[in-house]
């Protein structure tokens, strides 16, 4: 899964393709639970890009998206809020396919 480098990043996807971003950090540990299935996900699920987002890294960015807990999916299409699946519980494989499933491309 390809890493966010940049707000201007952040934007410039969220406004041009599906993509669902992970809110993530390397200190937590639900976080590491899901890492290796999220492969097999994107796999399932090529039409949307997949993009970590550092939480540390990015705090304003999780502030000003209400992201307070992590691991957590924010998806976008063509610069519109698809879908959220935030909260600080952790995750498993059929919830995240669950939540990409129901969303309107």
Do not use: H
Request: proline fraction near 5%; charged fraction near 30%; hydrophobic fraction near 40%.
């Amino acid at each position: 899964m390809r890493q966010l480098e940049s707000i201007e990043e952040f934007n410039k996807l969220k406004n041009s393709q599906p993509v669902i971003f992970m809110f993530t950090a390397g200190w937590c540990p639900d976080c590491r639970v899901i890492d290796p299935i999220m492969p097999e996900v994107e796999k399932k699920f090529g039409n949307y890009t997949f993009v970590s987002v550092d939480r540390d890294k990015f705090i304003d960015l999780c502030i000003e998206l209400d992201i307070y807990g992590i691991p957590s999916f924010l998806a976008f299409g063509e610069g519109k809020e698809l879908g959220r699946f935030v909260s600080r519980d952790r995750k498993t494989q059929e919830e995240i396919e669950s939540f990409i499933t129901e969303l309107a491309l």
